[in-house]
């Protein structure tokens, strides 16, 4: 079991969404947080909403170009160990693949897997010398299926599954845990700041994402499975039956995601 009280949880992608919730729920479960993005304003805002703005600390960075060990350094000087790494920092797209140019897909794989993977490595090296962490992987339903306007998306969301599943099997003798998380539709701004074809803004919130969970669910969700020590969760609505249908149904899922109507 993972108890939060006391430990240091590093979180990247703190300034909103699922990682600003993140951050508000594990400081009610008493730890000490590092809170990362790159908007230092709210950064500071969002540690105004935890129960102790004493117990939190900012680290702004821009993951897409960054030295990981340095940070990592930074981090321990301000609290200490980490003793949970939230790498929920990430971009999505909205484009075709014939209509995607293909420093589009570098930016998304440089952010949504390389930055994890490099803030894993950077924090590696302390946790099997206390044999003890955790990290969790913040991935998506777009990891567990490949949807139409986020190729790019989609691939580095199936890379970090991906890594996440062979890290656990390579590490858990050491005292390390890995949770994989894959929500599915959480209301949040990730559709208005996904990458377009071109490298530009989308700036729509899509629908679908609109109306999805609440993202003070989905943390809760996250906490739960962490504190349990479980592998992997999806949180999802009916989106998540796709992931379901996939698995027991592989042709009629691929008959229905031909025909599905992209947003």
């Known amino acids: 079991m993972t108890a939060l009280a006391d430990k240091v949880v590093w979180i990247t992608g703190a300034s909103s969404g699922i990682g600003e919730a993140l951050a508000v729920l594990a400081s009610r479960r008493d730890a000490r947080l590092v809170l990362t ?4 304003a709210e950064l500071q805002r969002v540690r ?10 900012l680290l702004p960075l821009d993951l897409s ?26 971009i999505s797209q909205r484009s075709y693949f014939r209509d995607t140019e293909l420093e589009v897909y570098r930016r998304i794989m440089e952010l949504d897997f390389f930055a ?20 969790v992987m913040i991935s998506s339903v777009a990891g567990k299926i490949g949807v139409p306007l986020r190729t790019g998306y989609s691939a580095a969301k199936h890379a970090l599954a991906g890594f996440t599943e062979a890290a656990r099997a390579e590490l858990w003798r050491e005292g390390l845990h890995f949770t994989l998380v894959c929500p599915g539709f959480v209301s949040t701004s990730i559709s208005k700041s ?18 999805g ?24 609505g009916r989106e998540g039956a796709f992931v379901r249908l996939k698995r027991y149904a592989p042709g009629l899922f691929s008959y229905a995601l031909k025909r599905a109507k992209p947003t």
């Open 48 to 57: 105004g909403l935890c129960q102790d703005p004493a117990r939190v600390a």
């Open 194 to 211: 996904a990458l377009t074809g071109s490298g530009g803004t989308h700036g729509v919130v899509d629908e679908a994402i609109g109306k």
């Open 116 to 135: 994890p993977v490099a803030l894993t490595k950077a924090v590696l090296p302390g946790m099997l010398a206390r044999k003890a962490g955790h990290v």
């Open 213 to 236: 969970l609440a993202p003070e669910v989905c943390a809760e969700a996250i906490w739960r499975a962490v504190e349990k020590d479980r592998e992997e969760v999806l949180i999802a």
């Open 65 to 90: 170009r960054f030295d990981a060990a340095e940070a990592m350094n930074k981090v321990e000087g301000l609290f200490g160990p980490v003793g949970v790494l939230v790498n929920n920092a990430g």
């Open 37 to 40: 993005a790159r908007r230092e």
